[in-house]
Structures are given as C-alpha cells and as structure tokens.
C-alpha cells in the first residue's frame, strides 16, 4: 500500500494550522468526606483463621478447585493449603 502523495502539502498545511482544541478539560468530582474517611475497626477485630482462595485452571484440562489456606500463625500447618 502506498501514501497518496499528491495532497501532502495540503494535509502538511491542516496538521501545522490546526484548530485549537475546544473539548474542556474534563475536571474529577471532588471525593465525598465518606468516600475519604477510612475505617481502622478491623484492627480491633479479630484476624481470619481460614482463607478460602480460587483456584481456576486455565487450560481447561482439569476441573477448577477451592483452596483452604490456614492463617492461623499459633497452627502448625500455618500458610498450608
């Protein structure tokens, strides 16, 4: 494929002279005050024993699992599948 060479004066000149652009900025809402508060009630809050992760394959040669981890740092099986 070739570039059509015979207006390439013409789009030179439309590329230097180009209009302003008149889109206005786009200005980001302000953060409501309850979107910006964080809420430190989970450091009171007793830490989770179990966590329970998805464990999908990819390929699809085998069925999808669910994976058990221990978060309990007193187990023995502490970060064990």
């Not at 005050?33 to 964080?38: R, S, V």
């Not at 024993?49 to 309990?72: N, T």
């Amino acid at each position: 494929m070739g570039v059509c060479m015979s207006q390439e004066e013409e789009i030179r000149q439309l590329t230097l002279n180009a209009a302003p652009n008149y889109i206005k900025e786009k200005e980001e809402p302000k953060l409501a005050p309850e979107h910006t508060i964080y809420n430190y009630d989970c450091s009171k809050k007793d830490r989770e024993k179990l966590a329970v992760l998805s464990c999908p394959h990819s390929v699809g040669f085998h069925p999808d699992r669910l994976a058990i981890v221990d978060l309990d740092e007193s187990s023995e099986n502490y970060c064990k599948v």
